[in-house]
């Protein structure tokens, strides 16, 4: 539903890892793989499973290592401020991390998030993912008009 919406409004397709990314019997790292290179912008929805989850945190590693710009979306589970969403991703993903991407987060500069979108807070009422959907719009939009 948002996926269509952020698509009609930037004018751009969207590749999601969940309900659309991939088909059963597809290898998932591969497909995760080529979704992050072909994307101009990653939109990172943060929850405390995603901190935790050793795939979620494949992604993570391999948009930041491929330089892709992120937009932070804290979804309601999210413990702690916005703020210092990265240094919470930092502390917590090192430790579910597996062996090759935990080097990758030790070694990433991580005073890089600051050029990432400034996050932003969702719920699920309709409202908020309305506004979720307008901000994460026009942060593509502001991101392809630069043209990096």
Avoid at 123 to 138: K, N, P, W
Wanted: charged residues 30%; proline residues 3%.
């Amino acid at each position: 539903r948002g996926r269509g919406r952020v698509e009609l409004a930037t004018d751009m397709l969207c590749w999601q890892d969940i309900s659309g990314g991939m088909g059963g019997g597809d290898d998932h790292f591969k497909a995760m793989r080529d979704g992050i290179q072909k994307a101009k912008v990653v939109v990172v929805f943060l929850s405390e499973r995603y901190l935790h989850s050793a795939n979620c945190i494949t992604e993570f590693v391999h948009a930041i290592r491929s330089l892709k710009h992120v937009i932070p979306v804290l979804l309601e589970d999210w413990q702690g401020s916005s703020k210092k969403w990265s240094d919470r991703c930092r502390s917590c993903m090192r430790g579910a991390a597996r062996e090759p991407d935990r080097i990758a987060l030790n070694s990433f500069d991580w005073s890089r998030c600051q050029s990432f979108a400034p996050p932003i807070r969702m719920d699920r009422s309709e409202q908020s993912m309305r506004v979720v959907e307008q901000y994460i719009s026009a942060c593509i939009l502001r991101r392809l008009h630069r043209g990096s």
